[in-house]
C-alpha cells in the first residue's frame, strides 16, 4: 500500500493494533494492545510498545486502548517532541469513528478511554504537534501494522497473567446473570 511512501517518510508514524486469541471461537476474549513507532518516519527502526487489555474484551476496545499507548508514547517522549507531525495508522473503522464523534454524551463503555485520547491530542497540539489518526485496511500488509500485530499479541498473553479486567457492560451483565440464576 502507498498510504506510507513518501509523505510519512520524514515524520513520525505509529501503528497501533490489537490482538486476541481464538477470534472465531470467543468473542468477546483475551484482548492486549500493541504499537510500532517510528519516530522518525517508516524508514527508521521502529520501537514497540504493549498493553494488555482485558481477559473479556473485543477488537474495538484493542484498538482504542493501542492508540491511547501511542498518544501516551508521544507525550512523554524525552526529549519531549515539538513541532511535529505525527501519522497514527489504525486499521479500525469503529475505533476511528468513535474518536472523531466523541462527545461527553456518547453512550459507550469506552467513553473514560476516549476521553483520554481527545486530552492527549488537544495537549499534543498545544506543542504544535499535529496528530492525523488515519484508517488503512487490515491486510495492507505494512511492515508496521504487521510489527503492531504480533506486538498485541504478546500483550494478550500478559492480560491471561494478570488481574481479570472486564467492561462495565460486562460487569452488570455478570451481576445481573447473578441475581437471575438465586
Same mark, same amino acid.
Given at each position: ?33 500493541? !504499537? ?27 484498538? !482504542? ?33 468513535? !474518536? $472523531? ?9 469506552? /467513553?473514560?478511554? $476516549?476521553?483520554? $485520547? ?5 495537549? /499534543? ?7 492525523? !489518526? ?12 504487521? /510489527? ?35
Amino acid at each position: 500500500s502507498d498510504v506510507c511512501s513518501s509523505d510519512l517518510s520524514e515524520r513520525s508514524a505509529i501503528t497501533p493494533s490489537y490482538s486476541q486469541t481464538d477470534l472465531q471461537q470467543k468473542i468477546p476474549g483475551p484482548c492486549g494492545a500493541g !504499537i510500532a513507532i517510528y519516530w522518525n518516519g517508516i524508514t527508521d527502526t521502529p520501537v514497540t510498545h504493549t498493553r494488555p487489555v482485558s481477559h473479556h474484551s473485543n477488537s474495538y476496545h484493542g484498538e !482504542i486502548q493501542a492508540i491511547d499507548l501511542a498518544l501516551k508514547c508521544i507525550t512523554q517522549k524525552k526529549p519531549a517532541l515539538q513541532n511535529r507531525q505525527v501519522h497514527i495508522l489504525t486499521d479500525c473503522q469503529s475505533a476511528l469513528r468513535a !474518536i $472523531i464523534s466523541w462527545s461527553n454524551a456518547t453512550p459507550d463503555n469506552n /467513553l473514560q478511554i $476516549i476521553r483520554s $485520547i481527545n486530552t492527549l491530542v488537544d495537549t /499534543l497540539q498545544t506543542r504544535n504537534i499535529n496528530i492525523n !489518526i488515519t484508517w488503512i485496511a487490515e491486510q495492507s500488509n505494512l511492515e508496521g501494522n504487521n /510489527l503492531a500485530d504480533q506486538t498485541a499479541k504478546n500483550a494478550v498473553i500478559q492480560s491471561q497473567q494478570g488481574p481479570r479486567l472486564i467492561s462495565a457492560a460486562q460487569t452488570i451483565h455478570e451481576c445481573v446473570k447473578g441475581i437471575k440464576s438465586k
